[in-house]
């Protein structure tokens, strides 16, 4: 399966730390994509790097992307208890989205 | 103007019985995706409508799923004789090109089968 794998499962840090989370994948894709989920509703989209970028910023983050290793990381700065949710990377292949299995994010106030 | 919108937001049903769920897609957006979500899991690809061409049916986990959509409005997800196992939160994203791009996504309606 494409399906990305993101690691850690669950994230725990007090407001004001650095949160670093990794997503692998399998095969060559045409971009990759950070979203957001808070718990009971819909995903929404951060950011979005293609596969000729190796870093892409957006505010608080951070996004850093290896295609030889096949792996992205997301960092987010200077935590806010707001920041508390659930984080998913899609790399996409075409027209498909192959999402991972997500990083539960709690930031401690 | 308006995101994606999908009804009903919860639906409670007995075994066996069918439901449709309903999703409103950003209007213009020419690509419609239906994921299911089961509780603490990532989203698993059901199908995917693009324009007016043939949809991508490779992720319904069985005949007792189908979906539809005319045109670029509204779809609707309907299963057939649910199971206990079909509980989950289904989730509609669209998106505005062919093509590689972000998705925007509704609230997601949470069936549960009794």
């Known amino acids: 399966s494409q399906q990305g794998e993101e690691d850690p499962q669950a994230l725990s840090i007090q407001e004001g730390e650095n949160a670093t989370m990794n997503c692998s994948y399998k095969t060559s894709i045409n971009n990759l994509q950070w979203y957001r989920q808070n718990s009971g509703r819909g995903l929404v989209h951060l950011i979005l790097?293609?596969?000729?970028?190796r870093e892409k910023h957006s505010g608080r983050l951070r996004v850093t992307l290896d295609t030889s290793k096949k792996s992205s990381s997301l960092l987010i700065t200077a935590s806010r208890a707001a920041d508390t949710a659930s984080y998913f990377c899609?790399?996409?292949?075409?027209?498909?989205?192959?999402f991972g299995t997500g990083t539960s994010l709690t930031v401690i106030p | 103007g308006a995101g994606v919108s999908q009804s009903p937001s919860n639906k409670v049903t007995e075994k066996g019985k069918d439901v449709e769920l309903r999703c409103d897609p950003i209007s213009g957006h020419t690509a419609l995706y239906w994921y299911r979500q089961r509780l603490g899991q990532g989203l698993e690809f059901l199908i995917y409508f693009q324009g007016n061409s043939a949809p991508d049916k490779s992720g319904l986990p069985s005949d007792r799923f189908s979906a539809e959509r005319t045109g670029e409005s509204v779809s609707t997800l309907t299963i057939q004789r649910t199971q206990q196992e079909d509980s989950a939160v289904y989730l509609c994203?669209?998106?505005?090109?062919?093509?590689?791009?972000?998705?925007?996504f509704g609230a997601g309606t949470r069936l549960s089968v009794l």
């Open positions: 790097i293609r596969s000729n970028e």
């Open positions: 899609a790399t996409v292949i075409g027209n498909q989205f192959y």
């Open positions: 994203a669209s998106s505005p090109d062919r093509g590689a791009n972000i998705q925007y």
